[in-house]
């Protein structure tokens, strides 16, 4: 499993990005995929997740509403689309993936990382 972040980028408060992630080694097959952020200083934190058997959708308290991931099993890719940004959602943003299907919230759960891609959201 080879995953790759892309789609960061800098907007401005209230701005929407899409966020995408693709298994470019075309080898996971299924579990769950998620996204992680790491913003200065701070931990790295779950974001949102999407189980790729039935689509079912995970997201923290903080993006809720306001974040939608989805994924597409042909492509092997799963996308985090933010709307409504806001200067505390600028980090850098992980998509993470497990072959189990038990969703988890914590980071070493999840076995397979991106690179990162990073967003900055100016006030």
């Keep these: ?11 401005q408060t209230g701005d929407s990005l ?4 693709a298994d470019s080694g075309r080898t996971f097959s299924s579990g769950v995929l ?4 790491q913003a200065p200083g701070k ?3 779950f974001v949102a997740a999407i189980r790729s058997t039935d689509g ?7 993006v809720k509403g306001r974040f939608t991931v989805s994924r ?3 492509e092997n890719a799963v996308y985090l689309q933010m709307n409504s940004l806001k200067p505390e959602d600028t980090a850098i943003y992980y998509c993470a993936a497990r072959n189990s299907l038990v969703v988890h ?4 759960q ?3 990382w991106g690179q990162g891609t990073l967003v900055t959201v100016s006030s």
């Design 1 to 11: 499993v080879q995953l790759q972040a892309s789609g960061g980028g800098l907007v």
């Design 18 to 21: 899409r966020l995408s992630c």
């Design 34 to 37: 998620a996204w992680f952020r």
């Design 43 to 45: 931990e790295r934190a």
């Design 56 to 62: 079912s959708t995970y997201y923290a308290d903080s």
């Design 72 to 74: 597409d099993n042909g």
């Design 105 to 108: 919230y914590t980071r070493q």
């Design 110 to 112: 999840y076995r397979y």
